[in-house]
């Protein structure tokens, strides 16, 4: 496979950065753990890495109940904000530790349960986070292809026999390498911030 501004564009494209769980989505009635499984897998299907792969699953929801990042379900349904809260407990899972979602999450979730006028709008700052990833996704093939373009420059002078195989090799150890400091980052947030509330 060669090494193009194509290639890059295609693996890019083929993975639907744009497409979401929208709010509108989300039925305004409570739903069933069956039903909520479904609304995942029906719309979220497109992150799966393996067609085997589960987006959630009965286990997992009843794991996150338990380790308190999500509210048990009233009379075995689940709220809006259940499925807001399990959206982003998915999208964290990816690089978090479930003790560091936990840390993260343990503010929402208590406001959420409390009756006060100053209640966080979990859908409000859902869509926020929708809204910001939505240009990570718009911006992150300029960024791919800025760094093809600083690979290949780094790359010049290797052998041309195994130069694809070297480019995306070191294209894949960069993604990494970026994303493990953003990783730390948001650890280095949690620990300073979050742990502390």
Known sequence: MEFTEKEIDLFIESLSFNKNLMLSDIP???LYMDQVITLFENKLNHLKRNEDDKILTKTMINNY??????????????????????????NLKQSLSINDIGYLLKPIIKNLNEDS??????????????????LEANNINKDLQEK???????????DAHNKDLSQM?????????????????????????FMNL
């Open 65 to 90: 109940t338990k380790s308190k990042i999500l509210m048990p379900p009233n009379k075995k349904k689940y709220t809006k904000d259940h499925i807001i809260l399990l959206i982003l407990i998915y």
């Open 169 to 193: 090799l070191i294209t894949v150890l960069t993604l990494i390498n970026e994303a493990n400091m953003k990783k730390r980052l948001a650890e280095k947030i949690i620990d300073e911030f």
């Open 117 to 134: 006028l100053d209640k966080i709008e979990i859908d409000k700052l859902y869509e926020s986070f929708l809204k910001l990833k939505e």
């Open 28 to 30: 305004i009635l409570d």
């Open 148 to 158: 093809v373009s600083l690979i290949k420059e780094h790359t010049q002078n290797l």
